[in-house]
């Protein structure tokens, strides 16, 4: 099997002990010397290094690894699930999935994955037969499961069907009421989106939630049970793909802003064709940022 969740957990609280050991303001090692020092690889320092910027307790710009805070019991990650809520089972799989190279092909040893995500094997025999509606994992003909993996080719099927979701929901935003309350929340929206245009040199990293609750936001106005059940799919792999590629990535997150502020302006406007271009222009760029991710992390 490859890199374990549990292998992530437990580099990220010895990253906590590291950073306990400095003062605020003061530099983290080089991301080989992190790995030296844990005993793991450098996709893995990343995915701790990510996860402590997403925390605040890091400034991660480039090379530059500075300590914001001391780290607090809080920060510390389980190294075992507690509870059997299969979103949460959901949310910690894929997250396996992105976070670390499993290749396709991979086949999944239900006892040992159980043990790794810390349930029962009936509820992962539950989980990966509903996992294998998103094409992720089948069942293999001899018994077991088999992981297809994330691929090139699945994150083309991916945006592809994301784009036919978002933008029925812009065709559909555009012509509610002016009562309705999806409205003021756009407008808050916009709000946050120019707040951080104007910090974008320094709070960057801050981009990846609010491009979350944005997409979230735009397609809460279609009330269908199939898309709120892809959607979570969608958003976890779409958030997630930030944390692969560092390169150019203030210069990548300013221009996304200024695709979303034009989509909003033209929702706004009641604007239907200015919010159609509008949205197919960013989720082209997104499609194109995904697969450009995926190369560099070697994924495609």
Not at 4 to 17: C, I, K, M, P, V
Not at 170 to 175: D, F, G, I, S
Request: negative net charge.
């Amino acid at each position: 099997m490859a890199r374990s969740d549990t292998r992530f957990r437990e580099t990220y609280n010895a990253l906590l002990e590291l950073c306990a050991g400095l003062s605020p303001d003061d530099s983290l090692p080089s991301e080989n010397a992190l790995g030296d020092r844990l005993g793991v690889s450098r996709t893995v320092v990343r995915a701790c290094l990510q996860r402590a910027s997403d925390d605040g307790l890091i400034r991660w710009e480039g090379r530059e690894k500075t300590l914001l805070r001391a780290p607090r019991d809080g920060d510390r990650m389980p190294l075992e699930l507690q509870t059997e809520d299969p979103e949460t089972l959901e949310q910690r799989f894929l997250e396996w999935i992105l976070r670390f190279d499993v290749p396709a092909g991979t086949p999944l040893n239900v006892a040992a994955l159980s043990r790794e995500f810390g349930v029962t094997p009936q509820l992962l025999q539950e989980f990966l037969a509903g996992l294998s509606r998103f094409g992720l994992v089948e069942r293999r003909k001899k018994g077991g499961w088999l992981l297809l993996g994330f691929t090139a080719g699945f994150a083309v099927e991916l945006s592809e069907f994301r784009s036919l979701l978002e933008l029925n929901a812009v065709q559909h935003l555009v012509t509610l009421p002016g009562s309705h309350p999806i409205w003021p929340k756009l407008e808050a929206l916009r709000a946050e989106h120019l707040d951080l245009l104007d910090r974008i040199e320094t709070d960057f990293h801050d981009f990846s939630p609010l491009d979350e609750r944005f997409h979230a936001t735009i397609n809460s106005v279609v009330q269908n049970r199939f898309v709120a059940e892809f959607q979570k799919v969608i958003a976890l792999i779409f958030h997630y793909h930030y944390m692969w590629d560092k390169t150019l990535e203030r210069h990548r997150n300013q221009a996304a802003i200024g695709e979303h502020v034009a989509l909003l302006d033209a929702l706004l406007l009641r604007d239907a064709a200015g919010a159609e271009q509008a949205a197919r222009r960013h989720l082209l760029t997104s499609k194109t940022t995904l697969l450009s991710s995926l190369r560099d992390h070697r994924l495609g």
